[in-house]
Structures are given as structure tokens and as C-alpha cells.
């Protein structure tokens, strides 16, 4: 298994869902954990470059280099510049969607990738799917993703069991690498 890391909008526009599930020590320990074993991480930063796309009449708009586009701070942190890879064109809940992700991860010969993030049942769902259907085994971080309501989380989560990954926790998945 070759595995890489997503960090999937880990943004100040969801600073207070992230707090609400309190992911964002063990994402941080995760990421330490594939820094040390040298595991590729990608984080993603969603914008909305097109006002009246779908996703917006859901959301407000999130607009490039807006306090509400930065990462969080601890997550900021974090980042290695010289190893992990920012994919700041995600523009849809998939972050494959027009972005180099797929052609990163085949470059680096990965083959699994680990999801963590916000919010769990649009963006990190999405892009699991996606991952899926990109021929990428998903492990599907459970405690490390995300939602407005514990009833989407468990939903997703659940769903990811049932045909699209696995689900460890992140120590579980640290115990792995």
C-alpha cells in the first residue's frame, strides 16, 4: 500500500465545525505522523471563482486569498513547505475536480488515499467517491473529518463502510504507517 494523506478544507470559513468535533490535534498528529514517515500530503483550499455555480446557492462564496480561504492556523503550522503540496484550485466538493490532484498521487505511485477534513458529507464525501472511481482505495479518516451535524457524519461514515473504504481512527491509521 502507498498511501497519501488529503487534508480536505481544513479553511477559516469552517473554523467552528472544526471545533465543534474537536478533529483538528488529532489531523495535526496525523500529519506529524506522515511527516515522519514520509507520506505525500495534500491539502486542499476550496473557492468559489464562479458566482453562480451550484455549490452557491448553497453557501456563501468563498473568494481566493479571503481570510475565510486561508487554512486554519494550526494546520498552517503544520505544512512543510518543501514536502506537502497545496491543490488551491479546488473548485467543487470533489478536490479531483480540475485540479492536478490525480496526476500528483499517480506521480508519487499512490495507490490509497487517507481523508481528513471538512465538511465530512460534501467535501471529503465527494472526494472519496471520487477517489473511488479513480481506482484509489479510501481510508476514511472517522475521527478526523468534520460535519455540521453528528447525524451527517455517522451517515457518511456509515455509507464509506458499506462500498467506498475503510474507516480506522486516526491512531488506528497512525498505528498503520
Known sequence: MKVALLVIDMQNRFQAVLNDAQIIPRVVKVMQACHDKCIPIFLTQHHDPEPDSIICKFWKPIHIESDDWQLIPEIENAVV????VIIAEKI??????????????????VDTVAIVGCETNLCCESTARAANDNNFSVLFLKDGNA????????????????GFGKTPTCQEFIKML
Open 81 to 84: 513547505q518543501e514536502k506537502d
Open 92 to 109: 467543487r466538493y470533489n478536490a479531483f475536480y480540475q485540479t492536478p490532484l490525480k496526476k500528483n498521487l499517480l506521480a508519487r505511485k
Open 147 to 162: 460535519s455540521s451535524t453528528k447525524e451527517f457524519h455517522d451517515a457518511t461514515v456509515k455509507s464509506m463502510e458499506y
